[in-house]
């Protein structure tokens, strides 16, 4: 399973960005998806999560700014992100769980997309 990211960018503050992220290859059922970020210098953290039967979750930084929403039928996850702060700049990665049909779970990443909002 192969997960690719797009829709990085430089943005102003106050502006706005959509990434999207793709999982492809032989995928028998993908659970949840998810973004994180990796701001400079500090650890990857939880931006938002989305199970299959589309419950969200966000963290309290991103809460009321920030949407994740998926279409299944592509394997696809969305975050549009309104409002953006300078310190919203980070690498941001997709991650995707596929659950098989023996419960056994598969996490998979993709490479990151940048973003960068300036002041």
């Known amino acids: 399973v192969q997960v690719v990211e797009s829709g990085g960018g430089l943005v102003q503050a106050g502006g706005s960005l959509t990434l999207s992220c793709a999982a492809s290859?032989?995928?028998?059922?993908?659970?949840?998806m998810g973004w994180y970020r990796q701001p400079p210098g500090k650890q990857r953290e939880l931006v938002a999560t989305i199970i299959s039967g589309g419950t969200t979750n966000y963290a309290d930084s991103v809460k009321g700014r920030f949407t994740i929403s998926r279409d299944d039928a592509k394997n696809t996850v969305y975050l549009q992100m309104n409002s953006l702060k300078p310190e919203d700049t980070a690498v941001y990665y997709c991650?995707?769980?596929?659950?098989?049909?023996?419960?056994?779970?598969?996490?998979?990443w993709g490479q990151g997309t940048q973003v960068t909002v300036s002041s």
């Open positions: 290859g032989s995928i028998f059922s993908i659970d949840t």
């Open positions: 991650n995707a769980i596929e659950i098989l049909r023996d419960r056994t779970a598969y996490t998979y």
